[in-house]
């Protein structure tokens, strides 16, 4: 059974910093591109990062680029999302998200992690 | 502003049918990118409903239909039930954007 559980989130400071991870399990993790895709309180869904199995290929968010640094660790099977000079607008539920790339959709949800920017 | 135009809201009664649409442009549905729909139930994560234009993945009910005609995309929910009382977000692949796009969201509301 594919899981992708996400932790790290939590109240942080505008201008802080906060780094998530996603431990993922059930299928081959070095095999699969991954996501990350936030949703912020009462709004819809924004994609916000990606990045390649082999980690060749990484992408941004507008919103985010220059702040936000996707990373992996197929070892440990595991996703993360360094967050820096973050802003209330980042406040939002953060998922991982495994990536079915030949149609560029999210095949597997993690089930959140909450980030709070607030002073 | 999303890339993708959903109704914010529908509503039906159980058993009807509803059906919620997803416009995009020329750059995304419009350029052949491929519709896909998410269910996300209250409290919860989204959970892949339809990919693919009109493809349901294994466990999904066959009361959920997806189609796809030009700029545009359209879930249909027959039968309606409580459960399914949702919002459903549409999600395609924009080339100008070079990036995935949501629609912003469709409150299901079973009366």
């Known amino acids: 059974e594919v899981q992708l559980v996400e932790s790290g989130g939590g109240l942080v400071q505008p201008g802080g910093s906060l780094r998530l991870s996603c431990a993922a399990s059930?299928?081959?993790?070095?095999?699969?591109?991954m996501n990350w895709v936030r949703q912020a309180p009462g709004k819809g869904l924004e994609w916000v990062s990606y990045?390649?199995?082999?980690?060749?290929?990484?992408y941004y968010a507008d919103s985010v680029k220059g702040r936000f640094t996707i990373s992996r660790d197929n070892a440990k099977s595991s996703l993360y999302l360094q967050m820096n000079s973050l802003t209330d607008e980042d406040t939002a539920v953060y998922y991982c998200?495994?990536?079915?790339?030949?149609?560029?959709?999210?095949?597997?949800w993690g089930q959140g992690t909450l980030v709070t920017v607030s002073s | 502003q999303s890339v993708l135009t959903q109704p914010p809201s529908v509503s039906g009664a159980p058993g009807q049918r509803v059906t919620i649409s997803c416009t995009g442009s020329?750059?995304?549905?419009?350029?052949?990118?491929?519709v896909h729909w998410y269910q996300q139930l209250p409290g919860t994560a989204p959970k892949l409903l339809i990919y693919g234009n009109i493809n349901r993945p294994s466990g999904v009910p066959d009361r959920f239909s997806g189609s796809k005609s030009g700029t545009s995309a359209s879930l249909a929910i027959t039968g309606l039930q409580a459960e399914d009382e949702a919002d459903y977000f549409c999600q395609s692949y924009d080339s100008s954007l070079s990036t995935r796009v949501f629609g912003g969201g469709t409150k299901l509301t079973v009366l």
């Open positions: 990045i390649s199995s082999g980690v060749s290929n990484i």
């Open positions: 020329s750059s995304n549905i419009g350029a052949g990118y491929n």
């Open positions: 998200a495994r990536d079915y790339t030949d149609l560029y959709y999210f095949d597997y």
């Open positions: 059930g299928f081959t993790f070095s095999s699969y591109n």
